[in-house]
Structure formats: C-alpha cells, structure tokens
C-alpha cells in the first residue's frame, strides 16, 4: 500500500523548502521519464510530421520491431518500416549475412487508415544511397483481430521485382493497443515512475510530487482536491485506472501536464487525447531496444548517403508535400491506394535537373519558344526507331532493374526472354486477371482506366487551382474546337499519368459507342509534374495528342484522349469508331 502524507508536514508548493524538495522529485522524474523514452524516440521531423486525432479517428498504437534477418550474402544492413506517410529505420548492422537491429518504433493508427506497414532492408552505400535488396508486408489489422498479445513472426523477404523469389527471411514483432489501452498502459507507466515503493498505486505524496514534475504550480489545497478525485473509490491510493481516467477527463478543464517530459514539446491546453499519443509515442517499452529513427516520408529518402543528407542542409533537395509544391519540390511523391503509402517516384537525378531547366525557368521557355519543340520530336523519333531494333532488347534486364518493386515480372503475359525489342516489352500485356475490373457488371460505376498515378477533379477550376499551372489550361484547349461541346466545360476532369515503368495500355473506364477519333498536332513536352506545373508551358493544351468521344448510356458523353509525351510519341488504338466497348476492354497502346 502505498505510503501517505499529512498536510501539517508540508506538501510540494507550500514553501521554500518544499519547492526545492519537488524540484529535486521533478528532476528526478524527468531523469526516469527519459530513461524510459530513450533520446531517441522523438526528434524534430517526427514532431513536424505529427498527426492530430479526434477521439473518432484514433483507432490505437501499434508497435513494430525489427529483431533479426537472415540474408544470403555479408554486408552491411539497415531495414525500413513504412505506414502511411511515416517511414523509420533501423541503424546498421555489422558486415554480417545474419544482421541483428532489434530496433522497435511506435506509431499512432487512424481509423480507417493505412494498416499495411511495409517492410525493406537494404544493403548499405553511404556515399549516395543504399540498394534494396528485399522487402515484405505485414498487415497490422490481425493484431486486433487476434486475442494474442503481440505476434512474432519470421516472414520471406521477396526480391524486388517478383515475389516468386526470396532473397532472405526477417524475424518481426508487431503488437497494438486499442484506445481504452494506450490510456491504461499511459497511465501505468507514469505511475510506474513515481510509484516509489513499487506497490502499483500512488499515495497522496507520490501524487503531488508526479503533478509537480509535470511543470505546474498548483496549490497543496488544489492538489488534495485532484487526488481526492482520482482516488475514486475512496481507499486513500489511486490506482493506474483511476490515474487514466483524472488525465483523460481533467485535462480539458485545467491544464495537469503542460509540457512533455519526454521530448520538452509544449503540449495543448485542452487536447488530452493528443497529449496521451504524445507522450505514448514517447516512452520505450523498457525493453532496452534500440529506437528507429523517425522523421522520413519515403524510404528512399531514408536509404541516402550523407551526400544526400549534404543537400538537403544546403537545400538543394527537399522533400515538400501538397499538391501546390509539385513543381518546386525535388522529390515527386505519389500516395499508393491500396497501402496509403507515400511512396517516391523513381527518376534519374540528372534527368530531374534538366527538366527543371527546361520548364521552371524564363530561359527555359525561350529555349521551347526558339527549337526545342522541333528538338523533342527528333529526339522521340530517333529513340522510337532505336527501340524498334532488336539490339535494344538488352537494355531490358536494366530497365527493370533500376525500377525495383515498380516492375513486378510475375504480372507479364510472357516472360521476358519473349521481347524481341524494348518497344515489345514496353507495350507488354499482363496476364488476365492481373487488374480486375470492379463491380464489372455494374455499367453505373466508373473504373481506372491505367496503371497511373491518378489525379480527380471536380471541375475545370478545381485542376487549375490544385494541380495544372499552365499558362492557357482549359478543357476546350485540352479537346479542340471540333470535340469540343459545352457539356465538356461543366464536367469532371480526371487525368491517368504514366511513368516510364508502368503498362502502356489503356483500358476504357466507361461501356460505350466509340465515336470518331480526332488527331491535334503538337510537340512532345514531358508529362512529369515538373512540366505540368510550370507557369511556362501548357503540357495538355500543347502536346500531341488524340481525341475520342465515347457515348454511353450511363455517363453521357466522355472525351477520352491520348496525350503524346517526350519518348513515347507514338498512339496506336486497337478498337474503331462505331466499336461497343464494355468498361475494362484495352482501347489504345502508347510507346516510343
């Protein structure tokens, strides 16, 4: 039981003596509180990168540690976890084909939000960036459905580009508490630290002396009050519930922790759910694990080198996010549907700053204006003729190298021996099945029509103001005067943008009548968001392209068109006018 106080003895706040005797516990209390945080566990970008919940959209905390893999060479090793838009990793394992990290980190989950944390371990170049080397997928949402505490598991690491390879194995542990247990288990642990003689329960010092080491300078009459009101049941100790329930339920009314103890962060007046995930988020299990390193969107930003970590302090690279800073940004980053993953577009640097020569530069449009048009086109139609030959065919084994897991070869109709040209395989088709169509026999409800990264608008205004900054963007630019109707000014814009690694067929995302196809001259300006945002240029207005009116009885009339690019000039359509098309059914091809 644990040990009380009388008044007539002095309590915390009373005096001088007293306040330094509280002082002296805060210290300590700090000391402990960062003992069981770690220094570690919170850094700036993690603080930058914080989400704020309503009691609605927290669902829990999930912790996840790396313990152990085992590779089929020696090398040095890290490993990254990504959810959502955080990604931490591992430190660095010695020169070892069996690396050991037993690193943890814990991350606060929203309702209905991203559940499938991804897994990669890369081997190590410190210069530039590390390589990766396998990866694989947990799904957190098994471990509420499960009655076990935490679950362990050694799980494959797949090669990059199929999963019909493995590469080694990794040794996980996952845990997550629901919302009433990450207030149980905060509670627990702070009273764990100032629960002196170990009993689990706070007498009335232990419990001023935990209120004082969070900063505030309440009165001895106030702190009696507090104590008598967490100490629900009447007994002369709070218990770890009772203590739970004063800090969820109090903290609206009067301020009990004021900054975080942990990291120093000050902390909001009326926010106790987000106070209580913060601190959470704070403290170590005790288990003595090493804490990932927080604070990256991508694990690609986490697997540079110091030259990287070099550019970024010289604000050469950034990695800023929003839909505004598209063409400003040095990274593109794309959001994955199916994981609500951040993940970054692979490009070549080089091929980056060239671009943004070109596009996002006065110069550069002078350039555009005096030849460069006329440039870009021999420049496609030189690279088209040359990825026709069959000599081209060996740059396919690199290709799909440099893009990693964005090539998955287990998707392909034909191995890749088949192609015969890098044209071949740059129009490859997939196996069937490889994209299901949803609600297929639902002609009401519209599907993707490529692999792409997919941007919806709601109207004309809505692109221009989010996304497109051309100079003259508009929807009749976008179709010419002859496809053009007034309907199409009042409709709903959607735009399918494909990189290099994607497949380059199009499937149609409505059932209809194909209409007549109307070609629109023009150069071959890149569609990389650097282009598209450029206050310069006109990407979709200027490029070559192809306008295909589809009827249908669902949707009304629905522009299709097939914009050219720098490199993959040429359209090719499979169906002709006065073809009935069902939603799904391949419409055209695009290549070099």
Request: aromatic letters at 10%; proline letters at 3%; one cysteine or more.
């Amino acid at each position: 039981m644990g040990h009380t106080v009388s008044r007539s003895k002095g309590l915390p706040g009373d005096g001088s003596s007293e306040d330094e005797h509280s002082s002296s516990y805060r210290r300590r209390f700090i000391k402990l509180m960062r003992n069981h945080g770690g220094s570690d566990s919170v850094n700036d970008e993690d603080s930058k990168n914080k989400k704020f919940f309503t009691a609605d959209q927290f669902s829990g905390i999930a912790r996840i540690e790396l313990i152990e893999a085992e590779m089929e060479y020696k090398d040095k090793w890290f490993a990254c976890v990504s959810l959502g838009e955080q990604t931490c990793k591992t430190v660095t394992s010695d020169h070892t084909y069996k690396p050991v990290w037993k690193s943890e980190k814990k991350v606060a989950l929203e309702a209905n939000g991203p559940r499938i944390a991804r897994i990669s371990v890369f081997e190590t170049n410190r210069l530039s960036k590390s390589n990766l080397v396998g990866y694989c997928e947990i799904d957190l949402t098994d471990i509420f459905d499960s009655d076990a505490d935490h679950t362990r598991d050694t799980l494959k690491l797949f090669d990059p580009n199929t999963t019909a390879k493995s590469v080694g194995n990794i040794v996980v542990s996952y845990s997550a508490e629901d919302p009433v247990a990450t207030k149980r288990s905060f509670a627990r642990r702070l009273l764990a630290i100032m629960d002196y003689n170990e009993d689990g329960q706070l007498s009335l010092q232990e419990f001023c002396d935990l209120i004082k080491a969070f900063g505030n300078k309440v009165a001895s009459h106030k702190l009696e009050e507090l104590f008598q009101k967490a100490d629900h049941d009447g007994n002369g100790v709070v218990s770890a519930d009772e203590l739970a329930n004063l800090l969820v339920t109090y903290q609206g009314k009067e301020v009990l922790i004021s900054k975080c103890p942990v990291c120093g962060e000050a902390l909001s007046v009326s926010d106790s759910l987000n106070d209580m995930i913060h601190i959470s988020l704070c403290f170590d299990e005790g288990t003595g694990n090493q804490i990932m390193t927080g604070g990256f969107l991508t694990e690609k930003q986490a697997s540079y080198g110091w030259m990287f970590k070099l550019s970024e302090w010289a604000h050469v690279s950034t990695y800023d996010v929003g839909l505004k800073s598209g063409s400003n940004a040095s990274h593109i980053l794309v959001f994955d549907r199916r994981t609500k993953r951040i993940v970054e577009e692979l490009i070549d640097r080089k091929i980056v700053l060239s671009l943004r020569a070109i596009y996002q530069s006065r110069l550069g449009l002078t350039l555009i204006d005096k030849g460069t048009r006329e440039l870009l086109q021999r420049i496609s139609n030189k690279e088209g003729e040359h990825m026709n030959a069959t000599d081209s065919a060996k740059n396919i084994p690199n290709f799909i190298k440099f893009f990693e897991d964005r090539i998955i070869v287990d998707e392909f109709k034909y191995p890749v021996e088949h192609f015969k040209t890098f044209n071949e395989f740059f129009i490859r088709e997939l196996q069937p099945g490889a994209r299901p169509i949803a609600y297929e026999d639902n002609a009401y409800v519209a599907v993707c029509g490529a692999d792409s990264r997919l941007m919806a608008f709601q109207s004309e205004d809505d692109s221009k103001r989010f996304w497109i900054k051309g100079r003259k963007f508009s929807v009749r630019g976008l179709l010419g005067d002859e496809a053009y109707s007034t309907g199409f000014g009042e409709g709903s814009l959607v735009i399918f943008r494909l990189a290099p690694q994607d497949y380059h067929r199009f499937h149609v995302p409505i059932s209809g009548v194909v209409g007549k196809f109307i070609e629109i001259p023009g150069p071959l300006y890149t569609v990389n968001p650097i282009a598209v945002n450029s206050k310069y240029c006109n990407v979709f207005t200027e490029n070559k392209r192809v306008v295909c009116i589809i009827s249908s009885e669902e949707f009304g009339k629905m522009a299709f068109v097939a914009i050219g690019a720098t490199m993959v000039g040429s359209i090719t359509f499979t169906k002709n006018e006065g073809d009935f098309l069902k939603k799904g059914d391949e419409v055209f091809s695009s290549n070099p």
